[in-house]
């Protein structure tokens, strides 16, 4: 079995927002992900309000706290797909205010 294209993440990208691209980096580095956030991640707040979920616990800075992550954002594959994701004209956004005919996305 051939791993998917490069433009099949960015389709899947592009359509849920999000890709999770298997064996992207070996199981020893998530390992060491895992335990270089996992003090941060407990110590993390719940969210709240209905917008952010009573269940679900946020935080960032991600690259300041890992080596790691920051390896994992240097993949050439998410380099790429970050490129061609932020190059991407924006779809579907409305603009709130009256004096713009679209509004500018965040990224």
């Known amino acids: 079995m051939t791993a998917p294209s490069e433009a099949y993440w960015l ?4 359509e849920d927002g999000y890709c999770i691209i298997p064996q992207l980096v070996a199981e020893q580095q998530i ?12 110590q993390a707040p719940l969210g709240k309000g209905d917008f952010y979920g009573h ?8 690259l300041r706290r890992s ?13 790429s797909l970050a490129a061609q994701f932020s190059a991407a004209p924006a779809t579907g956004y409305s603009s709130m205010s009256p004096r713009r005919s679209r509004s500018i996305p965040a990224r």
């Not at 389709?11 to 592009?14: A, P």
């Not at 895992?34 to 941060?40: K, S």
Request: net charge negative; hydrophobic share 55%; no cysteine.
């Open 11 to 14: 389709d899947q990208l592009q």
């Open 31 to 42: 390992a060491a992900l895992d335990a270089d956030l996992e003090a941060a991640f407990a």
């Open 55 to 62: 269940r679900t616990k946020r935080f960032g800075s991600l």
């Open 67 to 79: 080596q790691v992550a920051g390896d994992l954002v240097l993949q050439p594959l998410v380099l």
